[in-house]
């Protein structure tokens, strides 16, 4: 004699839903981890931007163009900026610290994940 077959019915539903639901957050969770590890494509121009302008500022003015292009493009994005050469010294007149060279020797390209977890 089977004994309350829709009890059974229900707790199997309810199993089988707890899992689905925890598959969906499990893939959802993934999926929009994996979206913020790169730059937008908008992001990585707006730097590329800065680099291209800085670039030019220097091969034009030199020196004292670049310190003052750093000085205004610190005051208006509120961070810290410097312009490097190929070896990592300073163009412009911002001094670097061993501080400032060992942060700079971890700096990613824009087109890296921002994060290690990524296996892809």
């Known amino acids: 004699m089977r004994r309350h077959p829709l009890l059974w019915k229900l707790a199997l539903l309810q199993i089988a839903f707890c899992l689905l639901l925890t598959w969906i957050i499990w ?4 999926s929009a981890e994996r979206r913020t590890y790169f730059l937008s494509a908008a992001d990585q121009q707006y730097l ?3 680099a291209r302008q800085a670039e030019g500022i220097w091969h ?16 208006s994005e509120g961070t810290w900026v410097t312009v490097l050469g190929p ?4 163009l412009s007149n911002t ?5 400032n060279y060992r942060q700079l020797t971890f700096m ?3 087109n890296w994940p921002m994060s290690r977890r990524l296996q892809d």
């Not at 893939?27 to 993934?30: A, E, M, N, P, S």
């Not at 070896?87 to 300073?90: G, K, R, V, Y």
């Not at 001094?95 to 501080?99: D, I, S, Y």
């Open 60 to 75: 034009s003015q030199g020196t004292p163009g670049l310190a003052r292009f750093t000085e205004q493009l610190a005051a």
């Open 87 to 90: 070896t990592l010294q300073s």
């Open 27 to 30: 893939i959802w969770g993934v």
């Open 95 to 99: 001094p670097l610290n061993a501080e």
């Open 48 to 50: 590329a931007d800065y």
């Open 108 to 110: 990613r390209q824009l």
